[in-house]
């Protein structure tokens, strides 16, 4: 996208539709986001994903148009980390649900595309050197981010839960996001039993 023609017509409509959703053309070039023009993914826009090697492991496809199917991704295995060669692990490290939440949250951050934890990424968060978790689910699954934080808090990990209200990451935005991670207190045992009591 960040290679487009300014003249470009079908461009400038996702540039537009992304501008709106609080994307900038830094973000393009970062994600290395891009639109199809025909095919299967025709009226798309593709936001791919690259393993720690920088190879494509997947991709979101998202209309920039009303449709009722807006979301459709590759046809592969969702056993896969989302960004990760754009992950520190020796950082803490966010997990959100979508692709636009993430490019929201901008600094060390994971979509789990849904809201279940792939194998890999489990594998990688026991076996990497991250001690910080931040999880950041939408309300709607905040049992979900119970039970990934006593995964965590059984793993060693130190967890910080993010409650959502109103709205997702993606509509919170980069600055309102960020001072939710800073007001974040820490998940103890205890802290998660009286949790899932209320």
Not at 41 to 50: H, T
Not at 104 to 131: F, H, M, Q, T, W
Not at 154 to 169: A, E
Request: hydrophobic fraction near 40%.
């Amino acid at each position: 996208l960040y290679k487009a023609s300014a003249t470009s017509i079908l461009a400038n409509k996702v540039k537009k539709y992304l501008y709106n959703r609080g994307l900038t053309d830094r973000d393009f070039l970062k994600y290395n986001i891009g639109y199809c023009s025909s095919g299967e993914y025709e009226g798309r826009i593709i936001i791919p994903s690259y393993n720690e090697f920088n190879q494509l492991n997947f991709f979101v496809g998202r209309t920039f148009e009303n449709a009722y199917n807006s979301y459709k991704n590759s046809e592969v295995s969702k056993d896969i980390i989302m960004f990760e060669n754009l992950i520190n692990w020796d950082r803490p490290v966010i997990l959100v649900e979508g692709v636009f939440d993430a490019i929201a949250v901008k600094r060390n951050v994971i979509p789990i595309l849904g809201k279940a934890l792939s194998k890999s990424l489990l594998k990688k968060l026991v076996d990497s050197r991250v001690k910080d978790i931040y999880i950041a689910l939408d309300k709607d699954a905040f049992k979900k981010a119970l039970e990934f934080t006593e995964k965590f808090l059984k793993m060693g990990k130190r967890v910080y839960l993010i409650q959502i209200q109103d709205k997702d990451p993606s509509e919170m935005g980069f600055v309102h996001f960020t001072q939710s991670i800073q007001q974040a207190e820490e998940v103890t045992l205890t802290k998660l039993l009286q949790y899932k009591l209320s």
